[in-house]
């Protein structure tokens, strides 16, 4: 047996082979292509403004960088894992096509500035384009709000019918939670939009490069301060996969309501055909998919955050190879999370309510019981604590009687409290029950309308 043998039988040239594997990322950073070109763009645009390189150099390198972004974007590119990553195949690509000038492109220049700018403008364009596809989400969550503004559900605490609700106010938690993880993009794109580039390998350069000029370019607010910290820095790239985390935590709540309300033992929401399945098996089944996938997904994102956090959390200053490693977790997040909240803009968009149901179901389990605690303290001042243990009596006895509070005769409200009358039926519905939930932010139909109406506003008045 050969020693080649004992450690890479599979690799057939041996230790070249092996090395060029694990040190290739073309594979994935491909798709830095339009970000890797759009800072060399601004990088020799500012070589040639500060006379660092010629004119005629620098018109020739761009001319070429333009070539080779059209043969990219027309799959006419060809790789090689030789060349490693997506910086060197365009560098490579730059001197088969201009000669010798792509050697000047990279004047005051490293790849760990290029990489380190082409990632944040990689993850800023992404965080603009999902913040577009949370508002769409939004909108779909308000558009159902609106229509079940007074549909009567339970609500739930330990997923047991706590106290009636409305399914609009139920929708108006989630546009909440969207508008949170929005505001948390908004946070974290400010932070990340500072221009890397220029920072060189780690020390800057002693070429007199315009560093303003180059942030500028790239729609950045200023260059990084530090180029210790502007080469090494991936905060930008955990803040965006802490943001895809929460937010794939919130898509998967969401997700798992629907599977539970689209249960035969729930129906209180249908999914419509495009986001189900049928079982090859049970004909009677439909099952709700996308839902359990977006659950399924979360998972994926904080194991993102998670393996970008370990990886980076041991690493020395400057540079390391390690952080090669960053890419695949973001890309992976965002391609998963880009398709959970398109999934669950369709299915919200879709969903069809079971008002009637959902109504039925909302007075079992003596939702109302809070109510008629209230009741007690505000008509016959009861101390709120009174009111409860008269309460847990009248739910025993509707218990015995195997009906619900408001199926209690007057006689029989009596015999526990002797002050109660008529009046308390009022109260016991469960409509009655929402609609005098009229405290800020409750359940009151009239608040559920204002709030959607709220949202609809803010988000007409976004640009
Ligand atoms: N492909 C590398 C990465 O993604 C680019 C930077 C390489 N820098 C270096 N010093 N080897 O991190």
Redesign the pocket.
Known sequence: MSANELWGGRFAKGPAEIMERINA?IDF?RRLYAQDIAGSMAHSSMLMDQGIISKADGEKIQEGLQTILREIEAGNFKTDPAL????MHIEARLREIIGDAAGRLHTAR???D??ATDMRLWVRDTMDHLDGELKDLQDALLFQAEAEAETVMPGFTHLQAAQPVTFGHHMLAYVEMIGRDRSRLKDARARLNECPLGSA?LAGTSFPIDREMTAAALGFDRPTANSLDGVSDRDFALEFLSFASICSMHLSRLAEEIVIWSSAQFRFVECSDSFSTGSSIMPQKKNPDAAELIRGKAGRSSGAFNSLLMMMKGLPMT?G?D??E??EPVFDAADNLQLCIAAMTGMVRDIKVNGDIMTAASGAGFTTATDLADWLVQKLDMPFRNAHHVTGALVKLAEENNCGLEDLSLEQMQSVEAGIHAGVYEVLGVEKSVASRVSYGGTAPAGVKAQAKRWKDQLAGEK
């Open positions: 990322s950073d490693e990553d997506i910086h490293s790849r760990n290029q990489v390998a540079y190879k952080m090669q960053d890419k």
